[in-house]
């Protein structure tokens, strides 16, 4: 089964370079802010690049918010890389307060580093439960390519799949039921980033079929 996986075009990220790592691990892609298109998709990948407050007012005027919420409590597998992992939170600080999708308990602030910012380059992500989505990975750690200033705080320490360390060490793959995100970018990330996606479009795949969800172990 092939299955179709929409990717969230609100404006913001790298949308196409998404799609075609997507497209290249099997998966058939519309990037999309269709309602309808959204709705009938086998999963959502939430792309990001930019500034939190923006991000979350282009999904207000898009009138995307309470939809991305109904898919999330409807059990759609959603994926958030970037940015997009972000928005799933509560809310961030990033240039002023501002509430996010709230699908995942917890906060977004800046890094505490003393490194300099914004965090660019490879970084070596530790994975500390198993998970589904990084199936196959070294589970001793790998390199994911990272490009952010602030992190992602969840409140519980369940729903930290991986992390790695820039200064201090922050959570960069998180997961709650069919709900997932990563700070840094798969479609970047070489063999390791394709694998991750890979094993996302299984996920949704099996999930669409009625077999599995997300957050099932690998």
């Known amino acids: 089964m092939t299955p179709q996986i929409a990717v969230l075009d609100y404006g913001m990220g790298n949308r196409r370079s998404v799609q075609k790592a997507l497209e290249h691990v099997g998966a058939q ?73 709230g699908l995942l308990p917890g906060r977004v602030s800046r890094l505490q580093s003393s490194e300099r910012l914004p965090h660019i380059g490879w970084n070596e992500v530790r994975l500390q439960r198993p998970s589904a989505l990084t199936a196959g990975l070294p589970t001793g750690g790998c390199p994911f390519y990272h490009v952010h200033s602030l ?10 799949v991986g992390s790695t360390t820039y200064g201090e060490t922050f959570a960069t793959v998180v997961e709650r039921d069919r709900v997932a995100g990563v700070q840094f970018h798969p479609e970047k990330s070489s063999a390791h980033g394709l694998r991750l996606l890979a094993n996302y479009v299984g996920l949704c795949a099996d999930s669409s079929a009625g077999r599995i969800g997300l957050a099932t172990p690998a």
Not at 50 to 74: D, I, Y
Not at 151 to 160: F, L, N, W, Y
């Open 29 to 101: 892609v519309a990037v999309t802010s269709d309602l309808e298109l959204l709705r009938g998709a086998a999963g959502v990948v939430i792309p990001g690049v930019g500034a939190f407050p923006e991000a979350m007012s282009r999904l207000q005027a898009l009138g995307l918010v309470e939809p991305l919420r109904s898919l999330a409590s409807q059990r759609m597998p959603i994926l958030g890389i970037c940015l997009g992992m972000q928005l799933l939170f509560d809310a961030s600080e990033e240039i002023e307060p501002t509430p996010g999708l």
């Open 151 to 160: 992190a992602a705080r969840p409140e519980h320490a369940g729903d930290v």
